[in-house]
């Protein structure tokens, strides 16, 4: 297993977790990795019908544009597989009764609120089935950002999480989670 020397990570900037491995330093973006650990869960859970919900304790009523509102509707049967819990409220108003379990301090509204906008943005992006986006989009608002400080735990967390998924090179939406800087490569700049 590995080496103490491997098991030492810390943050750059906000930014990236950098950890020690046998062939150089890994470099890994905190948010893609997280969206990708996110998205495979999403998915499963999608597949398996396993989303866990947790109920709003004080449910958010959350008015949109006719537009959106069919929308939302339309997406109802994906949206409540991912665990959120919503109903109709009234004229284009939907009041959102739960979301989906371990998002660490969501907020109903602004969850939900992102959620649908990061779809409409994939959708104008590329063409991926609704689940997919729905999904993608999920993960991209529950996940940590650039800027959120991490303790020691949440970087081996994400190292480990990211390693276990089925495709741990790239974020959903094609960037790179991790670079390895070769131990050769960083010989160069000193000779």
Excluded: W
Excluded at 87 to 106: A, D, R, W, Y
Excluded at 150 to 168: H, K, S, T, W, Y
């Amino acid at each position: 297993s590995e080496s103490a020397e491997e098991k030492v990570c810390f943050q750059l900037h906000k930014r990236y977790i950098v950890k020690q491995v046998k062939s150089g330093m890994m470099i890994l973006d905190q948010q893609a990795a997280h969206e990708r650990i996110l998205f495979e869960k999403y998915s499963n859970q999608l597949k398996t019908k396993t989303a866990q919900s947790q109920q709003s304790l004080f449910p958010q009523a959350i008015t949109f544009n006719a537009a959106d509102f069919a929308l939302v509707l339309e997406l109802q049967p994906e949206i409540e597989a991912l665990g959120f819990r919503i109903e109709v409220f009234g004229k284009n108003t939907i009041l959102v009764n739960g979301v989906p379990g371990n998002i660490p301090g969501s907020k109903e509204k602004e969850l939900f609120e992102g959620l649908m906008e990061q779809f409409k943005i994939n959708q104008a992006e590329r063409s991926v089935p609704v689940a997919e986006n729905l999904t993608r989009a999920l993960a991209r608002r529950a996940s940590i950002k650039a800027g959120q400080v991490l303790i020691r735990e949440e970087m081996q967390a994400l190292i480990d999480g990211l390693f276990v998924c089925r495709n741990p090179n790239y974020a959903p939406d094609g960037r790179s989670t991790f670079f390895i800087f070769e131990l050769s490569k960083i010989e160069t700049y000193f000779r």
